[in-house]
């Protein structure tokens, strides 16, 4: 089983609604990720927080709203999406240690379908 | 620019076939840590292994085994006598050391049939 949960597994949304996608792990990792995949596609990074503060945005759509309001916890709001937002969305969290080794530890991803 | 190629988009083989999943590299950097991730339908991406760019030693794992070559600029995994539970997505990915960007490849499907 994997140590970081995602909720909810499904979502499916209207263009006009609001929801938000949560993520959790008790690792007591520092360092946590949103990527967003694509049908057939690899992961591409959208978000990353360092010490519960923004480090990295990859150009995101402001449609999409981070927030780390704790060590463990990882949420992403979603507002006015459009149907090419329906992906798989994947949290990450690593140790905070320099250097970067790399070794993300992921959820298994909350599937969006934006109608 | 950093750039991995998985050139093998789907590779389908019958149980305990040995199968060798292909994985190119591009960086300037001197520092890189190189990865492999399962990715089953569940849809988490599982680490797999992760080698620095120092550290040109072969690693096995039970069936796994890990082929890295700087001269070439390669890092391929082997699976041994293959299981229908191997039958995932493959990722191959770098990352910078010191870098929060994790660059994958597009992935191989392996396939194992009964």
């Known amino acids: 089983d994997t140590e970081v949960t995602q909720t909810p597994k499904h979502l499916v949304m209207g263009m006009t609604n609001k929801k938000s996608l949560k993520c959790e792990q008790h690792m007591g990792h520092r360092a946590m990720y949103w990527y967003k995949q694509k049908a057939k596609k690899p992961p591409e990074l959208m978000f990353v927080y360092s010490y519960e503060k923004l480090s990295i945005n990859e150009s995101v759509p402001s449609r999409f709203s981070p927030e780390c309001p704790n060590s463990s916890l990882l949420n992403l709001h979603l507002h006015a999406l459009q149907p090419e937002d329906s992906a798989l969305y994947l949290c990450?969290?690593?140790?905070?240690?320099?250097?970067?080794?790399?070794?993300?530890?992921f959820g298994e991803g909350s599937r969006l379908t934006v109608l | 620019a950093q750039k991995v190629t998985q050139a093998q988009t789907e590779i389908s083989v019958v149980e305990k076939e040995d199968v060798t999943l292909d994985c190119v590299y591009e960086t300037r950097d001197t520092t890189y840590y190189l990865f492999w991730y399962k990715q089953p339908p569940s849809g988490e991406l599982v680490f797999l292994i992760r080698r620095n760019s120092f550290d040109e030693q072969n690693e096995i794992s039970g069936r796994y085994s890990w082929n890295f070559q700087k001269s070439t600029s390669s890092f391929n995994f082997t699976i041994t006598a293959s299981q229908v539970v191997d039958s995932a997505v493959y990722f191959c990915?770098?990352?910078?050391?010191?870098?929060?960007?994790?660059?994958f490849g597009k992935g191989t499907k392996l396939t194992v049939n009964p």
């Open positions: 990915a770098l990352i910078q050391g010191g870098s929060e960007k994790l660059v």
């Open positions: 990450a969290s690593r140790h905070q240690r320099a250097p970067n080794t790399g070794e993300l530890f």
